[in-house]
């Protein structure tokens, strides 16, 4: 691999046809060409003998739009204008999120209109193996191995600024690593779409989601043009635009030519075939968690779990962490079980011991908000759009779960509690980061 890096995609171009009800819009003449229905109507299937099966004109321009880190101006303002605002809200705590491409500047613009009173904050960035700062701090998620399981696991990651600038040099080089590792999926993930060799994983994907030959075959030729401009244009590709969301973000743009039905069923068998390969990505070449956490601490750094359903074992893994995301978008099933088992964690702890914290997130996606908004996957689109917080660690929408406040006349994050502070939920007696 000659280089790759984390950013986050793009946006992608809003078909023109008017809608016949919300969601779906008209296809085109050139669509009908291209599309036809099977099953009376009911089941729309692609005519491959009329696809392209070579790089067109039509397709550079779309890949250079869904590889652009260049925002247009409607881009900046779906970006710094949200569509609701929380005059109400005084606290903020945001330390899991994503700026992904979008400039700071942006999404500064973005907190300020979500809270025109915001009085206390402590909003901390946290680019997947990037370390990115907002004012003092410096934060990062990272992508590491737990060898207790063997399961990929993550870890959230907050510096003050100083400490990483002045001697994070170590950490910089794992993440580094990591980065550019992590990003080498995509290519395993096209060579899944594309290569004879896996054609058990597309079976098993067709099987998954009921994608017949012609869609298979479909997303086969898409995914090789992709692969060829890559490889063409690979010295111009910005490095966080090497991402698996790149064949997502291509594929959403070829609704005008297509139709909705025809790209919401490819996106679908894409993301089953994407899941597999992700299953069985190689977890030997990520650092095991145990050396992110030593490192980290060296860095004075304060240390969450976020999403722990995704990966349940971690909790009986006895990391020296901080705190336990409770909540997420994509993990919100369990969490009075999670809260549980903080309060059971806390309550045995010897006098004078750091408890463990509670923490929620939404786990925002910057770049989501620069794809046009008739063409967002609405889970990821709406994170951090409709919140009552910035990044998820706010009191209002959850009060029973959490509340947080940066207290004045201490350095970092002074506690993160259920609202009443059960007990063995108390609040911290030091700095979270050091």
């Known amino acids: 691999m000659k280089r790759i890096m984390d950013r986050h995609p793009p946006h992608s171009r809003k078909a023109e046809a008017e809608e016949t009800k919300p969601g779906d819009r008209v296809m085109t003449a050139k669509s009908a060409e291209l599309v036809y229905l099977e099953g009376g109507g009911q089941c729309a299937s692609v005519d491959l003998s009329k696809v392209d099966t070579e790089v067109t004109p039509d397709d550079l321009s779309r890949f250079r739009s869904v590889t652009s880190v260049e925002l247009s101006e409607d881009q900046r303002q779906w970006v710094s204008n949200p569509d609701k605002s929380y005059p109400m809200q005084r606290e903020t705590l945001a330390v899991h999120w994503h700026p992904e491409f979008v400039d700071m500047g942006l999404i500064e613009q973005r907190v300020t209109a979500l809270y025109p009173h915001m009085q206390e904050s402590l909003i901390i960035p946290t680019q997947h193996?990037?370390?990115?700062?907002?004012?003092?701090?410096?934060?990062?998620?990272?992508?590491?191995?737990?060898?207790?399981?063997?399961?990929?696991?993550?870890?959230?990651?907050?510096?003050?600024?100083?400490?990483?600038?002045?001697?994070?040099?170590?950490?910089?080089?794992?993440?580094?690593?990591?980065?550019?590792?992590?990003?080498?999926?995509?290519f395993q993930f096209m060579d899944a779409v594309i290569e004879d060799s896996k054609e058990d994983l597309r079976q098993k994907a067709a099987a998954e989601t009921g994608a017949d030959a012609e869609l298979v075959e479909f997303c086969r030729i898409q995914?090789?043009?992709?692969?060829?401009?890559?490889?063409?244009?690979?010295?111009?590709?910005?490095?966080?635009?090497?991402?698996?969301?790149?064949?997502?973000?291509?594929?959403?743009?070829?609704?005008?030519?297509?139709?909705?039905?025809?790209?919401?069923?490819?996106?679908?068998?894409?993301?089953?075939?994407?899941?597999?390969?992700k299953a069985d990505f190689s977890l030997k070449y990520f650092y095991r968690a145990s050396e992110i956490i030593e490192e980290a601490r060296s860095l004075g750094a304060g240390i969450v779990i976020p999403h722990p359903e995704q990966f349940w074992p971690i909790l009986l893994a006895n990391y020296n962490v901080d705190g336990y995301e409770i909540w997420n978008p994509q993990s919100q099933e369990y969490t009075d079980f999670l809260i549980s088992v903080v309060h059971r964690q806390n309550a045995s702890l010897q006098r004078g011991a750091r408890p463990i914290l509670v923490f929620m997130g939404d786990d925002c996606h910057m770049g989501e908000k620069t794809i046009d908004p008739g063409l967002?996957?609405?889970?990821?689109?709406?994170?951090?759009?409709?919140?009552?917080?910035?990044?998820?660690?706010?009191?209002?929408?959850?009060?029973?779960?959490?509340?947080?406040?940066?207290?004045?006349g201490h350095s970092g994050l002074q506690g993160a509690t259920r609202v009443g502070r059960p007990a063995g939920c108390q609040a911290l007696s030091g700095p979270f980061i050091q």
């Open 129 to 186: 193996n990037e370390i990115l700062s907002w004012g003092e701090y410096s934060g990062v998620e990272v992508d590491c191995y737990s060898s207790g399981f063997n399961r990929k696991v993550q870890l959230l990651l907050h510096f003050r600024k100083e400490n990483v600038e002045s001697r994070g040099a170590v950490m910089e080089a794992m993440l580094k690593h990591t980065f550019k590792y992590r990003s080498s999926q995509l």
């Open 223 to 277: 995914t090789r043009k992709i692969r060829g401009m890559l490889e063409e244009h690979w010295e111009t590709t910005p490095e966080c635009m090497v991402k698996n969301k790149l064949l997502r973000n291509f594929f959403y743009t070829l609704q005008d030519l297509y139709g909705p039905r025809i790209i919401t069923r490819a996106q679908v068998y894409l993301k089953a075939l994407k899941g597999l390969v």
């Open 376 to 408: 967002r996957d609405q889970e990821k689109g709406s994170r951090r759009s409709d919140a009552t917080r910035l990044g998820g660690y706010g009191h209002q929408k959850e009060p029973r779960y959490l509340r947080v406040l940066q207290v004045p």
